[in-house]
């Protein structure tokens, strides 16, 4: 079988920067054609440095990189440097980017790929807020029919939320986009908080990543040193929950996953429970599916292929 041909949107992010990691170690399943930028953990530029230095550290400076939109929709920007640090990716030291950062807007590139290549052959995969689809969808509704699927990491049911005590970051950064992507007819996958916060890096799964021996190995075992006192100081776990992982993971190995298919709409007029995913888990309306809502998977199995993907590193 021929790689499945992806677009990675990001706004890395210790765990977004590991989520790109696991792509570029899987060509045989993920042909990724670009990673286009969105403000979100951080600032777009940061954002930006990020997604470069990452492709560096991976020794691939070839994938082309797009700075995408600096805000939301319809909102001021939130960031959450409380979470990854002042850079997005604090924890391990690496060198400033050398390689370009293309000159086309995100969307445009998002566009522009989606109506040279066939119908039904690209996916999108997005693990920000989704401002860059969204705005790339208004422009060119003749896109909307041409997207394979998009897995995307946001939302939650069961785990309520993590910024507010109803929404999940990246759906509640930008309600308003995630409202025109769930809306949109595409075929969707979400991975929310519900199964993400299954996906713990506890001391031996990061000791197994340093054990790598190799500079991915040792970057991904600092910067999840890093990224998990937040959630340990929060929620009492193990470890730091590899939510974006989760996407790559899944469009790899979907053996590894769970879920329903659900009818899931994004709060976008309450400002109480602004950006949450109403989720009708149980189907207890008329709403028709659009999504299927992950809410497990077999961790054991997500984190051998995680390290076993990033030892080719």
Same mark, same amino acid.
């Given at each position: 079988m021929n790689a499945r041909k992806i677009i990675i949107d990001t706004d890395p992010g210790q765990d977004d920067a590991v989520a790109i990691l696991l792509a570029l170690a899987s060509p045989d399943e993920l042909d990724l054609l670009g990673i286009t930028c969105v403000a979100g953990n951080v600032p777009l530029d940061l954002t930006t440095r990020n997604a470069r230095i990452i492709c560096e550290l991976a020794g691939r400076p070839d994938i082309p990189v797009f700075a995408g939109? +600096?805000?939301p929709l319809g909102r001021a920007l939130v960031t959450a440097e409380h979470v990854h640090g002042r850079t997005g990716l604090d924890g391990p030291d690496l060198? $400033?980017?050398?390689?370009p950062?293309? +000159?086309r807007h995100a969307t445009e590139f998002i566009i522009d790929t989606l109506r040279r290549h066939d119908a039904g052959t690209v996916t999108l995969c997005p693990i920000g807020p989704l401002t860059n689809i969204a705005t790339a969808f208004n422009k060119a509704p003749d896109i909307i029919e041409k997207v394979q699927e998009i897995v995307l990491m946001g939302g939650a049911y069961f785990e309520v939320g993590n910024v507010t005590p109803t929404a999940e970051f990246n759906i509640y950064v930008d309600p308003d986009a995630a409202d025109i992507v769930f809306s949109s007819g595409v075929p969707i996958t979400v991975m929310p908080l +519900?199964? #993400?916060?299954?996906?713990?890096v506890t001391r031996a799964r990061n000791d197994a990543f340093r054990a790598l021996g190799t500079p991915v190995g040792m970057a991904v075992a600092q910067m999840t040193d890093f990224f998990e006192r937040y959630d340990k100081s929060k929620y009492g776990s193990l470890g730091a929950p590899l939510h974006d992982p989760c996407v790559t993971a899944y469009l790899i190995a979907p053996e590894l996953f769970t879920g329903r298919h659900v009818n899931v709409m994004v709060e976008t007029?309450? $400002?109480?429970t602004m950006g949450m995913t109403v989720a009708d888990w149980w189907g207890v309306t008329d709403r028709a599916p659009n999504a299927l809502f992950i809410g497990d998977l077999d961790v054991d199995g997500f984190f051998a292929l995680l #390290? $076993? *993907?990033?030892? *080719?590193l």
């Open positions: 939109c +600096d805000r060198p $400033e980017p050398t390689m950062l293309q +000159d +519900d199964v #993400t916060h299954k996906a713990l007029a309450s $400002e109480l #390290t $076993e *993907r990033l030892a *080719r």
